[in-house]
């Protein structure tokens, strides 16, 4: 067994002429809370993709815990738990019902269902809405939700994509507080993506920078604000100097009009 | 054998859960029963009216009410092609391709579920053609015909309408070409008049049309009685929906991308 639960290998995916991903190689190790950055278009969210069996690469592979994405998609899909950054769950179910499915859909015994989906609630701070119907729930606690679904099944990594993205200070907080116990409880691997730079300083353990389709740096935080030679620089900076551009200046109108989309639903 | 089970459990679990949102909020099956009254109570009594088209030995509301209870099944089912490209949307279709579930089993699940919510329809229906009077036979081979018959027929036009949301892959796109596709399946059938009185090329298309046979087997089950060509009906409706099953596993995961 390596240290190593994700390793990604010469990885390549290209859509007719555009490359989206070219070659890129890079590692996470287990327990880790890994952020991956990039702009939009940068090749993030088809990497994410590929990790999680929804996409073929077009030469390459990954691994998850030793498990190739390629060859055994359905082994990756057991240990992994996956939290997209829109709202995925189910508005006209219950809570209980939400997780039951998901619970169900993980081959959970039926001995321990119940009990497994008390153990999240209760982690979350949502036992007293288990039976509400989700459309009346806030946007803290679909988040919340959202994330009792993917570790039900006590997955060996956990993919986020923008998890906080819409959320208030207060909610976001709540969420990484949540996060990081899972991490500590479970040893789960988490490996998300955000916009918000002080969030990823914050809160991992090692940040990947994307760009062009390329792994234009990865380290820690203060590795990366090191290499701007820059005095009291900041993620922020260090992902100015690694793209050329700050978060601010890139997206298309179909990225904003999502991300809009999901800050009206959640707000 | 693990895989046929897990095939069979997680359909199952995805039709339960549909259930379980119907029952929520069932006034949809209320709202969704209001096309099919206005077309037996109002086109139909119009129609039957008339006495322009022959229906045999049958009244003319009579013929028409498996052909009504077709369309309202086949409408809600292609409306599932709409309910994948909003689960993507959403991202709910993403994190459900992401568990260890079979993608046949998604399918299968969807296309039970559009099963049941057919089902709602011909009981709405039943009630209200006992209360215009029309004639219906009603016996336990029948309504077991006729269960059969609507989950085969909902199961069709829903791997139909996931195989378009794949192609498609946008609300607006999908309702544009779900129009385009349902309207002229129901014409170019027998639903409101019998094959033998359209033109030839009609009667092709007619003949190629899963629709008339689900028509075609329901106007046995439930007017006629006559059932020689019922599992000629019932075959042609498993082999087609098998086949589009197979097509639309392959072919809607790639609605995510």
Do not use: C
């Not at chain 1, 990604?8 to 490359?19: A, G, P, R, T």
């Not at chain 1, 359905?74 to 939290?83: D, F, H, M, N, P």
């Not at chain 2, 279709?93 to 089902?119: E, H, W, Y």
């Amino acid at each position: 067994m390596s240290e190593d639960v994700i390793v990604v290998k010469n990885l390549l995916k290209k859509f007719s002429d555009i490359v989206a991903v070219q070659n890129i190689n890079f590692d996470v190790k287990k327990s880790e809370v890994f952020a991956f950055l990039g702009p939009n278009g940068a090749g993030k969210s088809t990497t994410i993709k590929i990790l999680i069996t929804l996409l073929q690469p077009t030469s390459g592979d990954g691994t998850i815990d030793n498990l190739s994405v390629i060859d055994n998609p359905s082994g990756v899909r057991k240990i992994i738990g996956y939290v997209p950054q829109m709202i995925s769950v189910d508005g006209t179910l219950t809570a209980y019902e939400n997780l039951m499915l998901m619970a169900k859909l993980y081959d959970i015994p039926g001995s321990d269902r119940e009990n497994r989906i008390d153990e999240v609630l209760s982690f979350i701070d949502l036992s007293k809405q288990k039976n509400l119907l989700v459309r009346t729930f806030s946007g803290g606690m679909i988040r919340k939700l959202e994330i009792a679904q993917a570790i039900l099944h006590r997955p060996a990594v956990l993919f986020l994509d923008e998890p906080t993205s819409g959320l208030d200070p207060i909610a976001r907080k709540n969420i990484w507080k949540h996060l990081l116990e899972i991490r500590k409880i479970y040893g789960t691997t988490i490996f998300f993506s955000t916009h918000y730079m002080d969030e990823a300083e914050e809160v991992s353990d090692r940040v990947a920078i994307m760009h062009l389709g390329k792994i234009s740096a990865i380290g820690t935080v203060e590795e990366l604000k090191a290499k701007t030679k820059k005095a009291k620089a900041t993620l922020e900076d260090a992902f100015i100097y690694f793209t050329g551009s700050s978060l601010q200046e890139t997206g298309n109108f179909r990225d904003i009009r999502r991300t809009r989309e999901v800050e009206r639903k959640l707000g | 054998m693990e895989y046929i089970r897990q095939i069979i459990y997680k359909s199952y679990v995805m039709a339960e859960m549909e259930v379980r949102k119907l029952l929520h909020d069932p006034t949809e099956l209320v709202t969704r029963a209001v096309q099919p009254i206005l077309w037996l109570g109002v086109f139909g009594e119009a129609l039957s009216k008339v006495r322009a088209i022959p229906t045999g030995n049958v009244s003319y509301l009579q013929f028409i009410t498996p052909g009504i209870l077709t369309q309202s099944v086949t409408f809600i089912a292609i409306f599932y092609g709409i309910a994948i490209i909003w689960e993507r949307d959403m991202g709910l279709l993403q994190k459900l391709l992401v568990t260890p579930t079979p993608r046949l089993a998604l399918v299968l699940g969807k296309m039970i579920s559009a099963g049941i919510r057919g089902l709602s329809q011909a009981v709405i229906i039943y009630i209200f053609a006992i209360i215009l009077q029309i004639k219906l036979n009603i016996s336990v081979v029948s309504v077991t015909g006729v269960f059969l018959i609507i989950m085969l027929g909902a199961g069709f036009f829903t791997g139909l309408s996931m195989i378009i949301a794949s192609l498609v892959k946008t609300r607006e796109r999908f309702m544009g070409i779900g129009q385009v596709i349902t309207l002229p399946l129901f014409f170019a059938s027998n639903a409101i008049y019998p094959i033998a009185i359209m033109p030839t090329w009609l009667q092709i298309v007619a003949k190629v049309n899963p629709l008339s046979y689900m028509v075609d087997g329901l106007r046995a089950l439930i007017v006629t009685g006559n059932y020689s060509m019922l599992p000629h009906d019932i075959v042609i409706l498993v082999i087609a929906t098998s086949l589009i099953a197979l097509v639309s596993t392959y072919m809607y995961p790639k609605v995510v991308i």
